[in-house]
T-cell receptor, first 116, second 115 residues
Framework: AQKVTQAQTEISVVEKEDVTLDCVYE???????LFWYKQPPSGELVFLIR??????QNEISGRYSWNFQKSTSSFNFTITASQVVDSAVYFC?????????????FGAGTRLFVKA | GAVVSQHPSRVICKSGTSVKIECRSL??????MFWYRQFPKKSLMLMAT?????????EQGVEKDKFLINHASLTLSTLTVTSAHPEDSSFYIC???????????FGPGTRLTVL
């Protein structure tokens, strides 16, 4: 069964600090996809990254970076030099083909507060 | 990127009425569409998966007769909340999976308030 755990419910940092959001997943499939989404107060999900299970290469995009470790089933997200505009809820998600078809489930989310 | 629209973005209705929410993939064909529900400060919970032309598959605990899903074409799925009650108030988000690229795109959500 699929499961995504985001143990950090809320994180509060001061602007310019680095912050890492943790994500641990469970799956029986060898083929799956991992995602991070940002949800600002407006509610609309903003896609940040997608990773397939065969690509463990870490990725950097501006101030964002992702660390995918299959050995620990983790897909952590780091924001470097955080800014107030980074304040939002961040969701980690897992997609895989299941007996009922393709399915994406979300972690509980981590609410990030960046203070000026 | 591909665009998924939802209509309406907000709806307020009286208890006992039915509300229909539309989800459209604007520039791609979606073989599969998904409906999620999000309570305040909670995560997105998958309600059902619908494939074009067939019945929706509901997640455990989701009432089929309460949440009617229709996926009549490759670009449109509708969710009807029947006989809505205040506990149905929530943020409903649809998602569509591209038939070709197999990527999933999310709509902007519909905020339902039942008085």
């Amino acid at each position: 069964a699929q499961k995504v755990t985001q143990a950090q419910t809320e994180i509060s940092v001061v602007e310019k600090e680095d912050v890492t959001l943790d994500c641990v997943y469970e799956t029986r499939d060898t083929t799956y996809y991992l995602f991070w989404y940002k949800q600002p107060p407006s509610g609309e999900l903003v896609f940040l990254i997608r990773r397939n299970s065969f690509d463990e290469q870490n990725e950097i995009s501006g101030r964002y970076s992702w660390n995918f470790q299959k050995s620990t089933s983790s897909f952590n997200f780091t924001i470097t030099a955080s800014q107030v505009v980074d304040s939002a809820v961040y969701f980690c998600a897992l997609s895989e083909e299941s007996t009922g078809g393709f399915k994406t489930i979300f972690g509980a989310g981590t609410r990030l507060f960046v203070k000026a | 990127g591909a665009v998924v629209s939802q209509h309406p973005s907000r709806v307020i209705c009286k208890s006992g009425t039915s509300v229909k929410i539309e989800c459209r993939s604007l520039d791609f064909q979606a073989t599969t569409m998904f409906w999620y529900r999000q309570f305040p400060k909670k995560s997105l919970m998958l309600m059902a998966t619908s494939n074009e032309g067939s019945k929706a598959t509901y997640e455990q605990g989701v009432e089929k007769d309460k949440f009617l899903i229709n996926h009549a074409s490759l670009t449109l799925s509708t969710l009807t909340v029947t006989s809505a009650h205040p506990e149905d108030s929530s943020f409903y988000i649809c998602s569509a999976r591209d038939r070709i690229a197999h990527e999933q795109f999310f709509g902007p959500g519909t905020r339902l308030t039942v008085l």
